[in-house]
């Protein structure tokens, strides 16, 4: 890799805080008041925290990379940095290009001046000239849709308003690095969707974009690369986006293969039911490779511990397809009550046949789903739920038109009749609605 063609080198970036720990506890101000006057010498103990520790990566230019990690991992101080809003304690940064963020909701505006004043100042913060921030200006406002109020002070704005403005501003002044933090979460859904098809015109103009989100399907959509983050440090680099996501949905653990998912032992705990493994078997009843042809046979099964039996229990899975959106859903309960598996308190072990001959082909992966019906989840899919990953191919058809992957979730290969006129007319509605 050439120098050329980096646009962000970080190394062994660190960031501490300074945390003041008061040993006694107060309940109200005049029991800290009188603690106070009691002992005027005492000072609180303080200690370090690292925010960001030892970090190291480098970033290309037009890469799109999606930040994750759970609440304190650090992502929004690593942009803050980057931002050059906050100086490291540690470590270097190389910036190849200016820098437009996004990292808190009214981020660079003035209250007290108004729309069209503060796309001035903004731009202007972001080190952009007049003359290319009157260029923008009309797109930046049919962007924003704040043309209306366009010449009334931020300070009236709604939240939605607020982060419109702004992203419309960070994103149309042509920042060679966008960087851009969770407040899209305020934003309706038509505005988020107008956000990241801005953010991929960007990529594809040829810059680079940091985006920070708990969104994993948005973070699926546009980005190509995953730093993930754990206690501030950097806890996986990858381009294989949906095994970073799955780490980060599995508690930061790896999202196993199709060979299966055991529980460590100390996850998923519950008064009803505790989940031990979760496999997908080939026909022979053995653990089935991570990659799964078309036109054999393999099931999904589920093993655990019933602590007690409950009509209201539902035990079972979530397939999502290479697109991040759902292919089906199923359980244990799906048929009529007298056709369900009878479940007894002890280890159990349920099986259901996986349909690979309607998918498509591409990367799957597959969610335990364990709920009390309308009541509680315990294994919950795409946030917390136990999951395992496979790749499915062909052979899709025996057609020879038929060699590529097909558009759309699923590929059935479904049979066609041929008749006349008075032919169907003879058929039964159902089967010529089938």
Known sequence: MSSSDIAIAVRGLS???????????????AEAMLSRLANPLRRSRTETFWAVKDVSFEINKGEVVGIIGRNGAGKSTLLKVLSRITEPTAGEIDLYGRVGSLLEVGTGFHPELTGRENIFLNGAILGMTRGEIRRQFDAIVDF?????FLDTPVKRYSSGMYVRLAFAVAAHLDPEILVIDEVLSVGDAEFQRKCLSKMSDVANAGRTVLFVSHSMNAVQQLCRRVLRLSAGRLECDTTDVRSG????LNG??????????????????????????????????????ENLQ??????????????????LLKIGYVLIGPDGGVVYETCCTDWAQEDWPELRPGPICLRSPLPLQFLNEGAHHLDMAVSIHACKWICEPKKTAPSIS????????DSPYWRERREGAIAPQLKWTAMTETESADEPAEIRGA
């Open 252 to 289: 930061g653990t790896r999202g196993e293969t199709a060979q299966g998912w055991v529980n460590p032992g100390d996850r998923f705990q519950g008064e009803d039911f505790v989940p031990t493994s979760l496999r997908v078997l080939d026909e022979d009843g053995r653990p089935a490779c």
């Open 294 to 311: 078309r036109g054999e046979q393999f099931a999904v099964e589920i093993r655990g511990n019933l602590r007690h039996a409950s009509a």
């Open 245 to 248: 996501v799955m780490g980060y």
């Open 144 to 148: 924003a849709g704040v043309e209306k």
């Open 390 to 397: 496979f790749t499915v191919s062909g052979p899709l058809s």
């Open 15 to 29: 960031k501490a805080y300074t945390i003041a720990r008061d040993q006694q506890q107060h309940v109200t101000l």
